[in-house]
């Protein structure tokens, strides 16, 4: 075992790069990215949607990336039949039009379940919620917040039945930085309505990078976390929807 993994390690050094990629395969026809992910919640694969992967890969590229999914390049021109095959194997894709994205951790594949219930509510309210640009909204669990949830435009942190929201990281560049602390210890039940007020206050603004807007609004989220709007937000109880997870 060590010394094939001392063999495997060389060829790894070898860093070979890949032929096909979404940028020269753009550069040659029109091709798009597909946003594609095991589910909302789960992480592990199946050997069918492997299979599925596997065949589109042979006319495009298949790449995991950064934000725990899989960037799917298919052409322009199959796309729908492309969606059609990913679907059926259980496969979400996600929206390619500007929208909420929530990047969920995997519940420590289901022996942590106690956020689950406000996870499916944000997931069927939320989730492709059309906004001007991408917004990724990291859910986790636990205070572990794994998958790197504060590394998103917001991430939303369960502890106890409440929930701490973090806001305004910038992922790359040299100015990269986790999100700060906005709100704390926000009650389960009042969530899902006060990601709504964040995301539509947002949406109407003329800011366009999400980050820009929590650090060029903290007068906002002051008065979210003193009590000022927050208590002004029409509450609603969320009753959990049917969501493929």
């Known amino acids: 075992m060590q010394e094939y993994a001392k063999k495997n390690f060389k060829k790894a050094l070898q860093l070979p790069m890949p032929n096909k990629t979404f940028a020269k395969l753009k550069a040659t026809d029109d091709y798009v990215a597909l946003i594609v992910r095991p ?4 992480k592990h694969l ?3 949607q492997l299979i599925v992967l596997a065949n589109l890969e042979k006319s495009g590229a298949v790449k995991y990336s950064a934000g725990h999914s899989f960037i799917v ?3 322009r021109s199959h796309v729908e039949q492309a969606m059609e095959k990913l ?3 259980n496969l979400y894709v996600a929206s390619q039009t500007p929208s909420a994205l929530f990047k969920c951790c995997d519940f420590c594949d289901g022996d942590l379940l106690d956020g689950l219930p406000l996870a499916k509510d944000l997931l069927e309210q939320v989730e492709q919620m059309p906004l001007k640009n991408r917004v990724r909204i990291g859910f986790n669990a636990c205070t572990q917040a794994c998958y790197n ?7 939303l942190i369960f502890h106890n039945g409440k929930v701490d929201i973090y806001g305004g990281a910038i992922p790359m560049g040299r100015r990269a ?3 700060h602390l906005l709100l704390k210890k926000v009650p389960e039940n009042q969530v899902i309505d006060l990601v709504k007020n964040i995301l539509g206050k947002y949406n109407a603004s003329s800011i366009d990078k999400f980050s820009a807007f929590v650090h060029k609004n903290k007068t906002y989220f002051d008065q979210l976390l003193e009590g000022g709007l927050y208590d002004n937000l029409e509450f609603k109880s969320n009753a959990a929807s049917s969501v493929n997870l």
């Open 39 to 42: 589910g909302l919640i789960n």
């Open 46 to 48: 199946t050997s069918d």
């Open 73 to 75: 390049t298919v052409h």
């Open 87 to 89: 679907t059926e194997v």
């Open 149 to 155: 949830a504060v590394q998103d435009d917001l991430a």
């Open 177 to 179: 930085s986790s999100g």
